[in-house]
């Protein structure tokens, strides 16, 4: 692809327009380089050790004591949410504000690259990519269930025990109205999935290809922060940025797979009859961190690219034949009715303080808020290596709208038709079912079920493998100290790791609990970082803007 690194800096060389940072520090002076055997290694130095030696020992640890490790995430991940529930809302409703302000000032005109810059990518091809990374197996495995379970415990209202509220409803919930339970379902649904989540991604993406396209530094993390630490983000404290951020990425992608598994099983089960086991998983994502590899091999344009503009083929084959096959009109009506809902209760789903539904907000939202910023470095960095060209307003309002619209159409239709087929059908197998089960019990009455059924199998595997291949990418270029181009067994190692990390979560430690405890707890100290380098990119806006003033009066 066009953006190849160049001798010197490893990231492509800003044009004439750009404000370029002048600093002593060369991607890769700090790198240990070398063979073993056959394969070579390119990797920075302490970043990889710190963490490569982190993730192995917790495989292991996780491996020896499993009971022991499973009560330490389910620990981890009561305190964390009970305690700062309103930090992980306060800052995501802050990423969502920063954004619309870049797209409604003038700050919104600087072009990512500097102003000659042109886009590597179609609309077409950059869209399928970003979406694919940003959201793929969620998307697939909450489809039918989120809006069913809002649904389900709006429609049972509230209940409380010595004076604390014991339910899951979402807000005061809305008991014995199913109208108003439908509007509640989806518009809690929708602020899950919606701006919220594509903020948190566009803040990481911003500012890895600005500092990167425009300042002229390596495309790593750590290069954001330079506004703030100048030439010592270079020493520890880019150290303990990066290092971050690898576990972060690794984490996220690790619960991602494994709720990719737990579905893929779930779904070969109802098709073929296969048995569901732990077994099946560990041999599901061996299987398919195989293929990673094999995408790995293939690089950016010949795998992720390609799995990626195929996913959303047959994504879009799968939504249209849900909505027509379904309750077309309903379905259609309620896509309108559900972004009025949104709307109207999202001040009150955003709110952090004296909330009522802690099970709710502690247990859904800041879950959700520290998923996406956990995956926030591997989605950011994938989206900032395909974004170059694009302007600040364009990037940040394809990025924040255009994604958030896709998702409110994707639930509302699996959604919508699930809850319209216990409501109109008195179908209720798919409000019964387990959440990886509920997808496939939905398809069921549908025409062609098994055909949809093994569609939907398919998309949840290829989602797979580009959240692996993308994220191998992604960390191996932070640990590779910003090198886009480093050796293939490198990303290797991280392909293999992240599946291991999934199946010793998975089936030794308390399952998706786990997952669930890894990514908050890893989210919480990234979300830090994140709030800083919305200030940086702020920074490093103005002083684009005005190096171009200046340009232009010359």
Known sequence: MSDSPTQSQGVPSPDGHSHVIETEYEIGQDNIDGTVGPLGFDIHNPVFMVSGITIVAFVFYTLALPEQAGEAFSWLFSAVTKSFDWFFLGAANIFVLFCL??????????????????????????????????????????????????????????????????????????????????????????????????????????????????????????????????????????????????????????????????????????????????????????????????????????????????NMGLALLLLLFVLFAGPTIAVLTGFASNLVAYVEYLPALSNPFGREDVNFSQGWTSFYWAWWISWSPFVGMFIARVSRGRTVREFVTCVLLIPSLVCVLWMSVFGGVAIQQVLVEGYTAAQDAALELQLFKMLDPMPMASITSFIGIVLVIVFFVTSSDSGSLVIDTITAGGKTDGPVPQRVFWCVFEGAVAIVLLLSAGGLKSLQSMVISTGLPFTVVLLVMCYAIYRGLMQERSHLKKAAKV
């Open 101 to 310: 302000m870049l797209i409604v000032t003038p700050l919104g005109n600087v072009r990512l690259g500097g102003a000659d810059a042109t886009p590597d990518f179609s609309y077409l091809g950059w869209f399928a990519m970003l979406f694919a990374a940003g959201m793929g197996i969620g998307l697939m495995f909450y489809g039918v269930s989120e809006p069913m379970a809002h649904f389900s415990t709006a429609m049972g209202g509230t209940t409380v025990e010595n004076g604390v509220r014991t339910d899951w409803a979402p807000l005061g919930g809305a008991e014995g109205n199913q109208a108003e339970a439908v509007r509640l379902g989806m518009a809690t649904t929708i602020f899950h999935w919606a701006l919220h989540p594509w903020a948190i991604y566009a803040v990481v993406a911003l500012s890895l290809a600005l500092f990167s396209y425009n300042k002229g530094l390596p495309l790593s993390i750590r290069s954001a922060f330079y506004p703030i630490f100048g030439e010592r983000v270079w020493g520890w404290v880019g150290h303990v940025i990066d290092t971050l951020a690898v576990f972060a990425t690794l984490f996220g992608l690790a619960t991602s797979l494994g709720l990719g598994a737990t579905q893929a099983n779930a779904g070969l089960e109802e098709l073929f009859g296969i048995p569901a086991s732990g077994t099946m998983e560990v041999v599901l994502i061996s299987g398919i961190t195989a293929i990673a590899l094999i995408s790995v091999l293939r690089g950016l344009e010949g795998g992720v690219k390609v799995l990626s503009e195929i």
